[in-house]
């Protein structure tokens, strides 16, 4: 046998005996019991919570004072009304007496009986001269809205008055402030009468006979001692 001939028998038998090893470990490998691998799930990623940008001193401090009055305003309204559907109306009678000099809200049940508000506009404002204006009136019937909406009543029938009798008799400048601020303030309105006191005969006016009398202005007044003074000095000359 030459030696090319043992050669390729001993690469012949490596091969095999290789091949051989190789079949043995498959069949381990299937015989064994396969190991349950481990997976562990992968953790989510926590979303990253935006941060606001504090505000500076005092519109912080700006903000908490607001938050405080919203609290207070919470705490100090109660209801103390009947337990009633939303949809249904409770009516109350709403008085407004609006002279040149005041405005009167005054709001009582159905019978007039009970009063649930009474707020004028000299309450409101500090100068008497704007006790009768539309900006009193309307701050009243605010103040106003606030107590109904604590005893229930969500429903108004309106009697305004002026001063009536021997005085006018049409409301003052309130009148019609009062009222619109009354219906923006979620209430509704029903009637609205006018019970101004006309009377069939009244009192005396005052003025006297003649009437009342202006005092004339004072170019008038300089013109009329001017002729006078002329008259007087004619007379003398004569």
């Given at each position: ?7 390729q ?17 498959e ?14 799930p ?23 004072t ?8 919470k ?14 109306q409770?009516f ?15 709001v009582?049940?159905?019978s ?10 000299g309450?409101?404002?500090k ?7 539309p ?11 606030v107590k109904?909406?604590q ?26 402030a ?16 006018d ?13 006297g ?18 002729h ?11």
């Open positions: 046998m030459c030696i090319r001939d043992r050669y028998r001993r690469v012949h038998g490596d091969f095999i005996s290789l091949m051989a090893e190789k079949a043995e470990k069949v381990k490998e299937v015989k064994a019991p396969k190991e349950a691998k481990e997976v562990k992968k953790a989510k990623a926590e979303p990253k919570e935006k941060t606001k940008a504090e505000p500076k001193g005092d519109a912080k401090d700006a903000k908490e607001k938050e405080e009055k919203e609290e207070e305003v705490e100090k309204f109660e209801y103390m009304g009947p337990k009633v559907k939303p949809e249904e409770v109350g009678i709403c008085h407004i007496y609006a002279t040149w000099n005041n405005t009167f809200i005054h009582t049940d159905i007039g009986r009970e009063t649930y508000a009474r707020i004028t506009g309450m409101k404002v100068s008497d001269r704007e006790e009768s204006s900006y009193a009136a309307m701050q009243a019937a605010v103040d106003v809205a109904l909406r005893v229930g009543i969500n429903s108004l029938h309106i009697k305004l008055r002026g001063t009536g009798g021997a005085g006018t008799k049409s409301p003052g400048p309130g009148a019609q009062a009222l619109r601020a009354l219906a923006r303030n979620g209430l509704k309105i029903g009637r609205i009468e019970v101004t006191p006309i009377p069939t005969d009244s009192t005396r006016m005052k003025g006979r003649r009437g009342r009398r202006l005092q004339a202005p004072l170019h008038e007044m300089t013109i009329t001692i001017i006078l003074h002329k008259n007087c000095l004619l007379y003398t000359s004569d």
